[in-house]
T-cell receptor, first 114, second 115 residues
């Protein structure tokens, strides 16, 4: 059974700093990995999707990396802003044809201090 | 980008009543939708996979008679919480896959509070 863990569970950093969020998964047979953002009481917004054959994806100040063999992914946020405060979730999709189920991590609650 | 509309965003009901939550894909067709449940400060737990035109597939431990799922069209899935009790109070989120981009798009969620 796939298990996805995110460390740390919570993180507070001053505005402007660069930061890294970590995601680890136990079964490396994945199809892709996604990073999501969730604001309090809201749904999820997809930030980046990395296919299993890719090493990283970038969007603006965000960069996500994937090391499938070691079961790890990182989300790098550059020049953090107060608007980045949210909970960040990673999720993996298994490498089963037609299986679109995602297993979510426990999330990292990020607070950017102005 | 693709949009998934979930309604209502919040609902308060009395114990024993039933509540229906709708999930619509607005600009794409979704043969498969997913329903998740999220407790405070916890991650999303998949409840069931909703398949258009067929029965939903429930995850282990999820009561199918309590959480009725109907996926009557390629753009609409509904989750009905039957005979709701306080322990059913939770945040429910749906998602739908746009097969053209291989991304899952999520609804804005429904906060259910059962008194």
């Amino acid at each position: 059974k796939q298990e996805v863990t995110q460390i740390p569970a919570a993180l507070s950093v001053p505005e402007g700093e660069n930061l890294v969020l970590n995601c680890s998964f136990t079964d490396s047979a994945i199809y892709n990995l996604q990073w999501f953002r969730q604001d309090p009481g809201k749904g999820l917004t997809s930030l980046l999707l990395i296919q299993s054959s890719q090493r990283e994806q970038t969007s603006g100040r965000l960069n996500a990396s994937l090391d499938k063999s070691s079961g790890r992914s990182t989300l790098y946020i550059a020049a953090s802003q107060p608007g980045d405060s949210a909970t960040y979730l990673c999720a993996v999709r298994p490498y089963d044809f037609g299986n679109e189920k995602l297993t979510f991590g426990t999330g990292t609650r990020l607070t950017i201090i102005p | 980008g693709a949009v998934v509309s979930q309604h209502p965003s919040w609902v308060i009901c009395k114990s024993g009543t039933s509540v229906k939550i709708e999930c619509r894909s607005l600009d794409f067709q979704a043969t498969t939708m997913f329903w998740y449940r999220q407790f405070p400060k916890q991650s999303l737990m998949l409840m069931a996979t909703s398949n258009e035109g067929s029965k939903a597939t429930y995850e282990q431990g999820v009561e199918k008679d309590k959480f009725l799922i109907n996926h009557a069209s390629l753009t609409l899935s509904t989750l009905t919480v039957t005979s709701a009790h306080p322990e059913d109070s939770s945040f429910y989120i749906c998602s739908a896959q746009d097969s053209g981009v291989e991304k899952l798009f999520f609804g804005s969620g429904t906060q259910l509070s059962v008194l």
